[in-house]
């Protein structure tokens, strides 16, 4: 890079170069679709901007990514060491949500970054003993995490400073604050939740500069309860990090372990640990409580369906049962509660409870009272201590007396960074209408969204992958979170905007976070040392012993008793508000990779439902798909009817952070005309009742609605069901599983009676017959070495096929989180399709998760089973022979490749393929006008482009594709092992939905290698003559031969609740 | 076969016949009712013409298809007219190497209506792809992109049995019309109409020569288009059962689909002539016995077929696979009961009512029973298609399929071509086989006895 020596200013728009918005309006008026071009972010120039910035601190930093502010942008003459044009690169950084960060690892192509990974090197996420996949270490990544990718690329994204009066620009705010304009000193800032230590730098600077400053924090998701739970229980806040790998027995009170918990992906990494029936380790066993279905309960040996509201108490008499007492509760929950009490009892020291954040804050001290007295503390369950800050309100204090306060008139001046708390403020504090009384509001946010409408000013924020930043993992590990790419639309981030009230001007991220770095972290030392442990942080993504500290607090004394609630019944209806698996909170409303992406349980997309039990439905004479008012007090919302199984009675389940007016045009716009998706829970919840209220009455309104999910809806027909060879007969053959005590004794006594036995293999008649699974054509052979004779001619010849790859996928571990899902969306450029597309079926994910429901009582306590389902990438494909012109075809290393030059879409192998694992490109689905969020054509939307993965062809119209075991990557580790002139090692080849599995339930690699963990895992299937081993192929009678295994579910019920299975037919009978 | 016969002048049975099919033709103005259908026709063209540019532009999305049902109402055509196409081969290469004289009053019009159904049967596999612009891969055209069909896809069999069959289809059409192109040219008032029926004509003299080399190439088209009666539709039910679609999945396909094509064939051949008799003054070529004759053909094929719907019922609950039990199980009692009632009512139940003379004699009752047997067996193929798809090995992966508007439009253009194609032939070529039906006159042996 060099310079040309003058002091050019670095401008990023024609705009801000003239300077002149009449320019700015002649252009537009002149020349229409030039001056879209000009302004256009992603014109060819500003690409190159962007890019070059990207070379340019690639090649100084070296470890990382920084902004550089006067810059000429020249072709390069000399290439920056380190720096291969097209190949990626990639940098670790960290995204927060609700104030807990995840570790990343992100691609960077060309200086775009393009996909995200979770940091494997993370000690939080790696846990005490790193989970090994091969020779590679893979951590797992949430779904939102791998969605956020798509929102950096948002092209709803805010690009300009907007105040009430019109168009603004970062200096005319400045200037409010320079000129006085405002008086800092009576400034409230309103922040999202947050663990930023700078940003608690800056906080403790303006409140010591400014006394009379107020700070607030809300999180509509608040996890406050558990703080105000234990700080009721120790007399301070701790935050409970439960060590499932170490557990035999968990019970989860409404705690969504594994999705929504802040810590879910490590839990679920550490329950794949505890769960493993191959181990020599006795596995654990899951207890849950709760209303709605969550992945805990999905993956519970004993699920407890009770309204959240009664949860309280049935802990109390499992308190009492621990103790000795008898429960007074009758029925199934009475067994429950006295078998689970024996059954902690027996495991002293080695069983933790869990509650969720739904839970009232007693039901956490309770919590922490039982595992207390049960030994969990310093084995099973470890308690962090956040360092002293001062005193914070909990985030509904906060946002009550901030809308109290503004409501009486008493804020001047009001700074929101991040959040948007007109939408997802409790509706009875009526945030919005104090706001309008505040005479300088200022909203920092991606979006003009809600909030922003409403202020007087609103700024553009930065995403986390385009600005400097800090942040804390669950166990309090910081994190340097680091920028992959210059803001794309001029946003700031809030740690430099809020150093404009500190002081003065705005800050520069980068140097603000080094300078809370060096004050905080690598304190004393010289410049060398500081500068080496910075580039250290930046390089490994985190700081080591940064952790929280782990406290061993005592004994607590008595807690107050847990609140007694009216039992909840057709007079007394609970509604209980869940984050939503589409949106988090209503923040990732736009992004159209997570409205489509089928929610784990419902398999609802593109909208959210009220969850109601079926037998409730009936009692209320309402239908699936009816259109309902939940009235609420004084407040009422008009949602449809989802009839779901497993759900409590009476208590209904919304999904918040849907029904948005101002999200973009994937979400709702109301300045396009584009209706929000799904319907706004918000409305209905108050500041006491934040998470559970009760005292709900449901009407009918006559009206229904159209909800689409990608899978049968659960309620088929009595002939699909219960006909020969229907759901009921296939679904033992489809997901085997069986008792851990029946797999222990089959290993060891060989005794395939005892599991896997008949009723789990199909047996197609002559299917015994020699030569019954001959193939007709000569089959392709992938042995290592490996002599045949040749078909042509009769020679006997001999060939070698080096890598033969196979997968396997361990149900026991699969949680159903859709994390592989999302990966592969981002990784294969698979495109969205649009609610109306997923209606008829057309929904084009590579990889899915089939949710069964199996069990004698479907309606109340129904069984759930995951099966993540991909291309099989079968050695006799059905799919290849029926091609007419060779479009798909196998490689020598076994996988069923796509030609997609080749495809002319008659769509015959799809019809062939038996796991329907194919999707076909109906539709031109990038460039669709009507494709959410509108075409990639259109002018707005090329910023999109710059997300594709440059290393998959994407897709047109009339082709076919299918996964395929990320070839692309297979590719990449092949040229470099073959320029090492080495054969790849096991685990060296990654597939995206693998890396993204938080519980490793994923498996890659190379059957050729006996030793590689693929094999392994292979070895556990049958044998044609052994058809009773823990792996499975799917639909194997078909004889297509699958490269990919399943690991039948183990599961370890309580023995008090299930009696074990004797027999066979009980098994099966149990199974479905 | 009795005329008749003018003993005076043994002429006057021939001039008979060509005047009876001739005048149809030469009078300035066909028939009302022939421009009724054709407007009629022509708007369904339209139709067809819409559907299929706003196909070409969006793509085949505009379907119902979905991927779980990935064919749907386009192959369900394509069956349907490939079947309808049987009739007319049928007639003219197996009843004529069975002489059967009858065939001789309804040939010319079924081996056209055989070519029109070839037509839009072609169209539609060819629509239905994702990039018809490249449905040219499907040949095996040398190339320097390294591409070769992929020869053990039924698909391309499809594709050599159907374009076999249309060629050979089309040549015995036209070899058989020759003479009769002759006669129209020697009877054409004006210069367009002589010029082109003599270039069709071939320069036809009716020399004894010619007519020796014609009965020679007569019979020899006729050998070879018969196995191709048995083999197109044995080839298209190929598209099934080779692959592993429950319900798909079976060995009856071939003859079953046979003779459900001739089924559906003579019944639309019974659709088409009977009006078409009517409106031309043909009764005293196409005769009643003619018609009677052919709703007993009907009633023999649709009994094979119930035949066949029985034998599948008793092969999958006989085969011990569950998928086959319940793939059978689900078409008559899942979701798309109704369609499998429709099938087997119109198909296999209505057409018994020819067992009685009155029904096989009366135009209207004959009329009703073959446009609902051409509707049942359309309804066969949706059920074949549509209910095994929709429910395969994995419930995970089960849907209903819904077609769209667009799928109608489809199917109602393709009728639009079919009429429209038809009702030109009706009034430009002549629609009776004039030499064969004098052939079969008494008057034509006369000298031999």
New interface residues.
Partial sequence: MSSLGKETKYWRSLAELESSDELDSIVAREFPDQAAELSDPLSRRRFMQLMGASVAFAGVAGVGCRRWEREEIVPLSNRPEDYVPGVNRYFATAMELSGVASGLVVSSFDGRPIKIEGNPEHPFLAGNGPREQGNKRTSGSSSFAQASILGLYDPDRSGSVRRAEGAGSWDDFAALVKDQKIDPSQVRVLSEATSSPTMARLRDELLRRYPSARWYEYDPLTTDNEHLGTKMAFGRPLRPLARLDRSRVIVSLDADLFYFHPAAVRYAGDFAVARDPDSARPMTRLYAIESAFTTTGAKADHRLAVPSSEIGSILAELEGAINGATPKAAGKAGRFISALAEDLRKHRGRSVLVAGSKQPPAVHALVAKINHSLGAVGTTLEYLREPPGPERLSHVESIKSLAADMNAGKVETLLILGGNPVYDAPADVDFAAGLRKVKTSIHLSEHYDETSSTCSWHLPRANYLEAWGDVRAFDGTISIQQPLIEPLWQGKSSIEVLTLFTSGDYGIGRGLVRTTFEAQIARGGDERSRESAWRKALHDGFITGTRYQSVTPSRPGSTPAVAEVPAIGPNNIEVVLTGSSHTYDGRFANNAWLQETPDFMTKLTWDNAALVNPNTADELGIAHGDMIRIRLGSRQVEVPVYTMPGQAKFSIALALGHGRKRAGRVGGSVDDGIEGLGFDGYSLRTSDSMYVATGAAVEMTGASYALVST??HWK??K??KE?????D???PT?IRSCDVDDYQGYKKAKNKDLCFGEGHE????LGDLPGRNRSL?QEHRYDRDQKFRRASDGRTVSRSSLYKWGMAIDLNKCTGCNSCMLACQSENNVPVVGKE?VA????MHWI?I???FTGDDVRDDPRVAY?P?TCQQCENA?CE??????ATIHSREGLNDMVYN???????C???C???V???????YQNRPERPGGSLEDARNKVRQLLFNPEVTVRS????EKCTFCVQRIQNKKIVAKNERRSLRDGEIVTACQQACPSDAITFGDLNDPDSQVSKAHKLAQPANNPSGRGYEL?RE?NNKPRNIFLAEVRNPNTALEPPAGSDSKQSSSHG | MSTAAHVEDPRAAFREITEAVCVAHERPQPPKAWYVAMVISLGMLGVLGVSLIYLFI????IW????????GWPIVNFVFWIGIGHAGTLISAILYLMRQQWRTSINRAAEAMTIFAVLCAGLF?II?????W??Y??LPLPNDMD????F?????WD?FAVSTYGTTSVLFWYMGMVPDLATFRDRAKNKIAQLAYGILALGWRGSARQWHRYERAYLILAALATPLVLSVHSVVSF?FA????PGWHTTIFPPYFVAGAIFSGFAMVLTLMIPARYLFGLEKVIKKSHIEAMCKITLATGTMVGFAYGIELFIAWY?????????F??RG???YWWAYFLMVTCNVVLPQLFWFKTCRTNPWIIMVLAILVNVGMWFERFVIIVTS?A?????????YF?PTLWDAATLIGSFGLFFTLFLLFCRYLPIVAISEVKNTLPEAHAGKH
């Fill in positions: 899978q049968d088929i027909d002939l699909g006909g020969a060879g229907g759901y007969d296939r679904m489809l199909v047996k197609l008649p054509w597309q008829n079926s057309r929904e899915r089939d949710r069964y099966q389902l059905p022979q029926v091609c007419p012109v060779g080749r495809c002319i879409g008659t769509r015959y799809m019809n062939n038996p796991y329907k194919r999707r076909f490109n109906f539709l031109h119209r009339g082709v076919m639909l078909l | 969006t793509g085949v999305g119902g298809n979905n991927n779980v049902t990935a064919w596999p239905h792809t994702g990039r018809p490249l449905a891969f499907m591409m070769w069909p992929q053990r896809s039924p698909l391309m594709v598209d080779v692959s592993q679609v085969s011990g696979s569950m998928y086959e039990q319940f793939a199980l689900n009692l899942g979701p798809l429910r395969t090995m994995l419930p995970a992966a089960w849907s819904s």
